[in-house]
């Protein structure tokens, strides 16, 4: 069935909707709204320039070159001629989705009336969409002061017929494919190339994906703390919803609330009311007191999940507000208000917003994965697992279980620490100090979605971990959630008896993750 398109009108584009068309391949129209907006902010640049104004990088040269002035006769051609220059990116390209979700986002600011192009330069970036058309861009080149300008114009110049794309599943000439499709390449105008170049499309593509990951793995991470309180046979006392509402912060409070919806119906969890009355009768064996002290001070990893992912979820919450809003921005340079006929000349270009939220997500990353290190470390201590064998091997000695993978764990975790660093800080000026201070938005976001791919190899070897304890344990025992994840993960990989191999076995997991198999989002 194929899905509704995806209406651009400027300012109605959410996450979810923003990856149904870069990831999804949902097509695109442009709302009824858009052309009278294009056109008024058009029609008044093609006034002024009638009348000779001076406009910066319309009539004059780019950045530290606004000094130069360039006749009416050359104004087209410059607009060709910063995207040449500015076709430099080097690396490997960026996965097709991201730059989807960079044409979608460039195409939804430009249909908001303000950047002066005409209608066609919008049509030509949708119907790329639409017939599977995506450039070639290469990964760096962008420090994010005056938008992603690298990337972008690798982007601009196909819309021109020039590059290189994806398409059908080879990599071709953009002039090919073009015709291929039956699209005419064209020729820009005055304003126009500045206004495909300016901007913070390429950053908020990948932030948008950072922001889709992590919101899954958030949960995934919280799910991996109930079925590690099951197989440990703790309790899950501590995630009651009065503890989280008296902390009074609405994402402890959410954490809490999932924690209690993923341990719903296990059989594994220690039963504290039960022991409690007990201990009202008069009936408590030394085991069962040593036992009710265990359970009354389980480690902060379990006892403090709500308290120490709940700021996870408060800061994603955060995050993909001031992403969305990034979303549906005007975030080029300079703007033309089509009502007012001014002139706007401004640093909307300027990625702050979004390199200091994938700053802090990446600090969430590596909190996740700290908290999935430490839930695999009590699988592998008979001291911590209740007994469970050492690495959760079957036959400790001869077979050294999960040893392995726990290493392996540990080496990614210590990664997302170091990835974590912030790197909003790092600006250097550049462009003949015009661009003094950079955002370094983008390298924010790739270093973000990067994590997140570690995160979620991370998060899969704890579930093999966990769904090996579960058997061990007895996964009949398992509530919903957690048995529900056992299930995906023995249908791809079978319980470890005797070592063996587990890459391939990590790798199912791993895209099981990818795909969203573990139903977590509609609790």
């Known amino acids: 069935m194929i899905e509704d398109p995806f209406d651009i009108r400027g300012d109605n584009l959410t996450i979810e909707d923003f990856v149904s068309v870069a990831r999804g391949g949902r097509p695109v129209i442009l709302d009824a709204a858009v052309a009278a907006r294009v056109r008024a902010s058009r029609d008044a640049l093609e006034r002024k320039l009638a009348r000779h104004e001076i406009i910066y990088g319309v009539s004059t040269g780019f950045g530290a070159h606004v000094k130069f002035f360039i006749p009416p006769e050359e104004l087209s051609e410059l607009q060709e001629h910063v995207l040449d220059n500015l076709s430099c990116g080097t690396g490997d390209p960026f996965p097709i989705e991201v730059v989807r979700g960079a044409m979608l986002l460039r195409a939804h600011a430009l249909s908001k009336g303000y950047s002066g192009v005409r209608l066609d330069v919008i049509t030509q970036l949708t119907a790329l969409l639409n017939h599977g058309i995506t450039p070639v861009v290469p990964q760096y080149g962008s420090v994010g002061a005056s938008g992603d300008l690298v990337p972008s114009a690798h982007i601009a110049n196909t819309l021109l017929g020039k590059g290189e794309v994806f398409y059908r599943g080879a990599r071709v000439a953009a002039a090919e494919a073009l015709a291929a499709e ?311 990989s079978a319980f470890v008896d005797q070592d063996r191999a587990m890459s391939s076995d990590i790798a199912r997991v791993g895209a099981l993750v990818e795909q969203r198999a573990f139903p977590l989002m509609s609790v």
């Open 182 to 492: 039956q699209i005419a390449p064209i020729r820009l105008v005055a304003k126009e190339g500045l206004g495909l170049v300016n901007g913070t499309t390429v950053m908020t593509s990948l932030a948008a994906f950072a922001v889709f990951e992590v919101d899954y793995l958030a949960r995934l991470t919280l799910a991996a703390v109930a079925m590690t309180a099951e197989v440990l046979k703790a309790t899950a006392d501590s995630f009651r919803d009065v503890i989280h509402r008296i902390k009074n912060h609405p994402g402890q409070i959410e954490a809490g609330r999932l924690l209690r919806t993923f341990c719903a119906g296990s059989r594994l969890l220690f039963d504290l009311d039960a022991l409690r009355e007990q201990i009202r009768q008069g009936h408590l064996t030394e085991h069962e007191t040593v036992e009710l002290g265990e359970s009354i001070q389980m480690p902060y990893s379990l006892r403090c999940a709500p308290q120490g992912l709940g700021p996870v979820l408060d800061c994603l919450a955060f995050t993909r507000l001031v992403i969305e809003r990034e979303m549906n921005s005007v975030n080029d340079n300079p703007l033309l208000d089509g009502e007012t006929e001014q002139v706007l000349h401004t640093g909307n270009f300027y990625g702050g917003h979004v390199g200091r939220v994938m700053d802090g997500l990446k600090i969430d990353i590596a909190t996740l994965g700290n908290w999935s290190h430490q839930l695999m470390a009590m699988l592998m201590e008979p001291h911590f697992s209740k007994a469970l064998p050492p690495s959760l091997s079957a036959h400790a000695g001869l077979h050294s279980g999960f040893k392995g993978m726990q290493l392996s764990q540990t080496s990614l975790i210590v990664l997302l620490r170091q990835m974590a660093a912030p790197s909003s800080i790092h600006s250097l000026p550049t462009e003949q100090y015009n661009q003094d201070i950079v955002s370094l938005g983008l390298h924010a976001a790739q270093s973000a979605n990067e994590m997140a791919s570690r995160l979620r190899v991370a998060l899969s070897m704890l579930f093999l971990a966990l769904c090996q304890a579960a058997d061990l344990r007895g996964a009949d025992g398992l509530g919903t959630t957690s048995a529900a994840i056992h299930a995906a993960v023995r249908q791809t």
